[in-house]
T-cell receptor, first 115, second 110 residues
Framework: DAMVIQNPRYQVTQFGKPVTLSCSQTLNHNVMYWYQQKSSQAPKLLFHYYDKDFNNEADTPDNFQSRRPNTSFCFLDIRSPGLGDAAMYLC??????????????FGDGTRLSIL | KNEVEQSPQNLTAQEGEFITINCSYSVGISALHWLQQHPGGGIVSLFMLSSGKKKHGRLIATINIQEKHSSLHITASHPRDSAVYICAVQFTGTASKLTFGTGTRLQVTL
């Protein structure tokens, strides 16, 4: 089945130790999103790529970076994780980034814990 | 201001009951999404609506554009329906960016 796949499902890292989360998609969608979801809260958009065009949300900390080497893969890098970065990180895709209605397809998420 | 409100925040129902979750939003939209998230899990897209009504199995989603309101109904609820249901909208002019409601936590008991 065409999917949005996130690896790993669970990631544990140490305070301040860089960590990378990965997302891949077989849908050939142009747009890929990264969301952060803390416990009992709504997902919060960190950034998205429209093709190779990177779009950062104004309140996304500088500690968070992203790479999209090709259509299928997108990475979330956290340079120096703090305790407040412990959360579920969700990747999603949509066919286009235009102004019409766009379905979004979500991965299962990576739950990040900080020791 | 672009806002999405859901009610109720928490809902407990017995198996077989008809369930309604409500979502209202502040300004014009290009689409509204209903999403499902099981505890500790990822998000599954249930419906995307821009008008009218959609049905999939025991789930029905409706939207009233004039009233800026949508409902998600679950008929003959089952314990496996227990999850958080999230309303998310694409406000007009914000491209594909979603604004999320805070979710409704549903618990269906035997």
């Amino acid at each position: 089945d065409a999917m949005v796949i996130q690896n790993p499902r669970y990631q544990v890292t140490q305070f301040g130790k860089p960590v990378t989360l990965s997302c891949s998609q077989t849908l050939n969608h142009n747009v890929m999103y990264w969301y952060q979801q803390k416990s009992s809260q709504a997902p919060k958009l960190l950034f998205h790529y429209y093709d190779k065009d990177f779009n950062n949300e104004a309140d996304t900390p500088d500690n968070f970076q992203s790479r999209r080497p090709n259509t299928s893969f997108c990475f979330l890098d956290i340079r120096s994780p703090g305790l407040g970065d412990a959360a579920m990180y969700l990747c999603a895709t949509s066919p286009e980034g235009g102004f019409g209605s766009q379905p979004q397809h979500f991965g299962d998420g990576t739950r990040l814990s900080i020791l | 201001k672009n806002e999405v409100e859901q009610s109720p925040q928490n809902l407990t129902a017995q198996e077989g009951e008809f369930i309604t979750i409500n979502c209202s939003y502040s300004v014009g939209i290009s689409a509204l999404h209903w999403l499902q998230q099981h505890p500790g899990g990822g998000i599954v897209s249930l419906f995307m609506l821009s008008s009218g009504k959609k049905k999939h199995g025991r789930l029905i989603a409706t939207i009233n554009i004039q009233e800026k309101h949508s409902s998600l109904h679950i008929t003959a609820s089952h314990p496996r329906d227990s999850a958080v249901y999230i309303c998310a909208v694409q406000f007009t002019g914000t491209a594909s960016k979603l604004t999320f409601g805070t979710g409704t936590r549903l618990q269906v008991t035997l």
